[in-house]
């Protein structure tokens, strides 16, 4: 079994692998596809086991990356997922190794990426990355860290931009989402699902849809694919939040 990318040229009839199973998320898995296509001419990368399976890692150029993060000359490592079955068969060595040699030929001084400081949803397994080599360079106050595999010397240090350093958002009433199209299951999930638990409880919902790199770049969270807040407070980034039987449970946790 080996890998491919996806280009402009074979997105069209290939697999983004999350958005495959759950036909609910058709509109959003366009939408994803789109988002990927006008990335690719930023130097995005999205790499996935050739085979029909939930096994792949997206990168691109940190500049340009849609999270609010400094970091010049490093790559931004995004959703990067190996599940089921095909766990603990090398893969995610094999993926992450790939990013670096990339970030090797291109010069770069090394590969940076937003996690929790424990596991949050949605996100990468931070011990898991430690234990390949990647540092804390940065924190905030709820909950997020930012990783860096240092490549080269740099005295450029990776952080977080200060919009999303105090963990809160503007609006302090009610709930806030932020997402992007960066995820199939968001814009499904968000805008019926969500809309219909928060209406059950009485609660107010803003939804914040980040449109372009520039929004993303100034969003009070580093977890722009999906955030929920509540009267201002960080809450999640678990999309399953989003579900009537599991909002209560994660909202009051």
Known sequence: MGYIDLTKKNIGPEHICCGFSDK???EGTQLKKQ???????????FRRLDERAKVFV??????????????????????????????????????????????????????????????FHFMSDTKWLLDQGFEVCDSTANGFSLLAYNIGISDNKPAFKDCVKS??????????????????????YVNEVLVKTASRRNLSLKIIKLESMEEAHSAPTPATLFSLFKDGKFV????????DNRFDKVVTH
Request: proline residues 5%; charged residues 20%.
């Open 24 to 26: 609910k998320c058709t």
């Open 35 to 45: 988002w990927l296509t006008s990335e690719f001419d930023h130097g995005y990368v």
């Open 58 to 119: 997206e990168y691109g150029p940190s500049e340009s990356a849609w999270v609010p993060v400094s970091a010049p000359n490093t790559l931004m490592l995004g959703c990067f997922w190996v599940s089921g079955s095909y766990k603990g068969k090398g893969h995610g060595k094999a993926l992450l190794n790939s990013v670096i040699e990339d970030a090797k030929r291109q010069g770069k001084d090394g590969v940076v990426t937003v996690a929790g400081t424990k596991k």
């Open 167 to 188: 963990g809160e958002c503007p609006d302090k009433n009610g709930l806030v989402v932020y997402y992007t199209n960066r995820c199939p299951f968001c814009e499904y």
């Open 236 to 243: 999640t980034t678990d999309l399953s939040v989003c579900l």
